[in-house]
């Protein structure tokens, strides 16, 4: 048996066996999702009761994949006379073509059945393995089968069509069908999933509604407005293009942005909208696919907070965590309609703004969302500061369902001292201040440019020097030479020694005299394992190799971390960084996981897989995109693009051609360096680098 297979399009996919087969239980993500609810969990194929074996796959598209099989026992010599072919796509249902083929001289006859069913699971109660409250009915009609979840104003439903007679029941489909010699047989299948209100009025949760020949369509235009990358590790071009694919696949059209994406989080858990995620997506992309930026911006504007609701931890400006339509947000078992439970979103929201400006020239969208931005700079003094201390840190509201960790390392063991201890709360990690110090500093930019408010540009530069100046003070770990995690609810370092101090170089709060010793550890044994920066540094009392967020590597953390180091001219370093993901990223066939394991890379040879991690995952599929911009040096320059390349040994000719931006399309070209050179010395951040060329 093969490993699951994938196909997806924005938040509705598939997860099956190699056979095609779905026997999802309780707790594993295996059916057939749209909206955040399972509408098939079990889809079997049989020919004369008996399962198929697999021989093949083809992965054709992200929506699109075929599954070969024969007839047999599965044992090593199989003398198959029946094959079967089942070609699947997915965009606003699920469909499947079943072609029955004889290889034989003599017609066969055979009963085929495809046993379906639904328990309709929220994907909470998937991860949490909850039992349902609703209740079940099926409808069996003269052609289609309805599977129906109901549980007070709540409907959902899958209705089962097939374009060739068949003996329906409750359990599924049942063909009984004749093959001529050297023919096929074949049926289409479509499975439609149902979203009412009890007044019979649909919901419409996803506002794309596209056939399969479209996405075909759509898919084209879209690698083909992308910038053309030419290389002479062939590696690479695999790796880009599965990148630009992937953000296809995982393009997410809410309600109120039209026919406008932006990314969803990851398959299989997070496929929605989530505020960080698509933020630093849309960072990561915006030389290459911009429109995600302006759409991510549009829609997280929206949906921005506006009162003080304890429940979804939401404050006026506050940027959302996630937005979910599955049965247990609808009746506020979870508080995810939206949630704003995290710290991170709101000044990144600024940053992203103003980085999109930088790209685009576009401020007619930063005076469009002018209010937004505003809104989002003051709740970081206003209602982020829960210890009066002039830092942002968060502690949840909703001790029920809320999240602990409102950071992008959420899980409950990420923030701790060295020994291992667990902090207390509110925390305020040190990437939070990082993120504020940007978003004032870019804030200030915007204020000045587009708003033109002199006077509250001054204040924001006022504050985010005042900010940068107390960081580096508090957050100094002195006899370590770092900057501590975060700070507790005493005000006391939490002193364990994690990435997060490269994204503190990526926004530029860190001091010059500072940025060489960060550059040391980030790229030193106890945080570079080889391939990536680990999450946590090996040595910490809490560093697993395999932990979600206390050793493993994260591709889109070393992009930032990546980012940051070349913000502060240490060029080789950064390259070296891309080097080692990209290596990795051919292990894993061009598609980055959300994480893989941070043993060192000489034990290892090859970069161990993580056991739950999402794939495809919106800011890993990002993450290559990021390096490849930080490799070449690209900085948008007024209305020029600066290229300063610095490629790591072995690269090669690299040339991306096409790239949009202000200056209407441009390329870039660089060749890998001989040799690696030793560590470089920094640069103030805040100064331009005008050493590259300068495309007019």
């Known amino acids: 048996m093969t490993d699951d297979v994938r196909i997806l399009d924005g938040n509705h996919f598939v997860v099956s066996d190699g056979r095609g087969d779905i026997e999802a239980s309780p707790t594993d993500p295996d059916g057939f999702f749209a909206n955040d609810t399972r509408y098939l969990s079990t889809w079997v194929l049989t020919v004369d009761g008996h399962r198929l074996s697999p021989l093949s796959v083809d992965d054709l598209q992200y929506f699109e994949t075929r599954f070969f099989l024969v007839v047999g026992t599965g044992t090593v010599y199989v003398d198959a006379k029946i094959s079967v072919i089942r070609h699947r796509t997915i965009s606003d249902g699920f469909q499947e073509r079943v072609s029955v083929l004889n290889h034989a001289d003599e017609p066969a006859k055979l009963t085929l059945k495809i046993a379906a069913g639904s328990d309709f699971a929220d994907l909470f109660e998937v991860k949490d393995a909850q039992k349902k409250k609703g209740s079940y009915h099926t409808e069996v009609e003269s052609d289609r089968l309805v599977l129906r979840y109901e549980r007070g104003p709540f409907h959902r439903g899958t209705a089962i069509s097939t374009s060739e007679p068949a003996q329906i029941s409750e359990d599924g489909l049942t063909y009984v069908i004749e093959v ?28 794309k509604h596209r056939e399969p020949r479209d996405l075909h369509m759509d898919l084209q235009e879209w690698i083909a407005r992308a910038p053309k990358l030419e290389c002479d590790w062939e590696p ?5 293009r599965r990148s630009i694919v992937d953000l296809a696949a995982l393009r997410f059209a809410p309600a109120i942005a039209g026919r406008h994406s932006l990314p969803a989080a990851g398959l299989p858990w997070f496929m929605t909208m989530f505020g960080r995620d698509s933020i630093f997506t849309s960072l990561q992309a915006l030389p290459f696919v911009p429109e995600l930026a302006e759409t991510t911006l549009r829609v997280l504007g929206r949906w921005q907070g506006t009162r003080v609701d304890d429940f979804r931890d939401e404050d006026p400006g506050r940027i959302l965590h996630e937005m979910r339509y599955g049965e247990l947000s609808a009746f506020e078992e979870r508080p995810h309609t939206p949630y704003y439970g995290t710290a991170d979103a709101t000044p990144l929201y600024v940053v992203l703004l ?17 209010y937004e931005a505003r809104a989002a700079l003051n709740w970081i003094d206003e209602y982020a500061d829960l210890m009066d201390n002039g830092y942002i840190s968060y502690e949840r509201r909703n001790k029920e369902t809320g999240l602990e960790n409102q950071c992008w390392k959420d899980s409950w063991d990420s923030i701790a ?20 110090y940007d978003a004032k500093v870019r804030g200030a930019r915007l204020a000045r440019l587009v708003w033109h408010d002199n006077a509250y540009a001054e204040r924001l530069e006022r504050e985010a020097a005042d900010l940068k100046r107390r960081f580096n003070r508090d957050f100094w770990v002195a006899d370590g030479d770092y900057y501590a995690l975060a700070l507790d609810q005493d005000g006391a370092q939490v002193d364990a020694l994690a990435s997060n101090i490269g994204h503190l170089l990526w926004s530029g709060i860190v001091e010059q005299e500072k940025a060489q010793a960060i550059a040391k550890h980030l790229l030193g044994p106890k ?52 080097d080692g993901i990209l290596e990795a990223a051919e292990f894993f066939n061009g598609r980055l996981p959300e994480a893989f394991g941070g043993y060192e890379r000489a034990l290892t040879k090859y970069p161990v897989q993580y056991p739950t991690a999402c794939s495809p995952q919106a800011w890993s599929s990002g993450a290559p995109l990021l390096l490849l911009r930080t490799m070449l040096g690209l900085e948008p320059l ?18 991306l051609l096409d790239i949009p931006g202000r200056w209407g399309r441009l390329d870039a070209f660089g060749r890998g360096r001989v ?9 103030d951040p805040m100064e331009a680098d005008h050493s590259g060329t300068v495309a007019p």
């Open 354 to 370: 103003d980085e999109y400006e930088r790209w685009s020239g576009d401020t007619n969208l930063v005076r469009d969302l002018e």
């Open 180 to 207: 001529q010699p050297h023919d096929e047989w074949t049926t289409e299948l479509r499975a439609t999933p149902l979203m009412h209100r009890k007044d019979g009025q649909p919901i419409v949760a996803n506002g």
């Open 675 to 683: 040799a690696m050179a030793p560590m470089s010395m920094g640069r």
């Open 638 to 655: 007024g209305e020029h693009l600066v290229v300063d390349p610095a490629l790591p040994e072995g690269v090669g000719r690299v040339e």
């Open 236 to 240: 690479m071009k695999v790796t880009y």
């Open 527 to 578: 945080l570079f394992s080889g391939w990536g920066v680990r999450t946590m540094a090996e040595g910490e009392h809490r560093y697993n190799p395999i932990g979600y967020h206390v050793g493993t590597v994260w591709p889109f953390d070393s992009s930032i971390v990546a980012w940051g180091l070349r913000r502060y001219g240490f060029k080789e370093e950064a390259a070296r960084i891309a």
């Open 417 to 436: 001292y060295r020994d291992g201890r667990i902090p207390g709360f509110p925390r305020a990690t040190a990437e939070l201040q990082g993120y504020a």
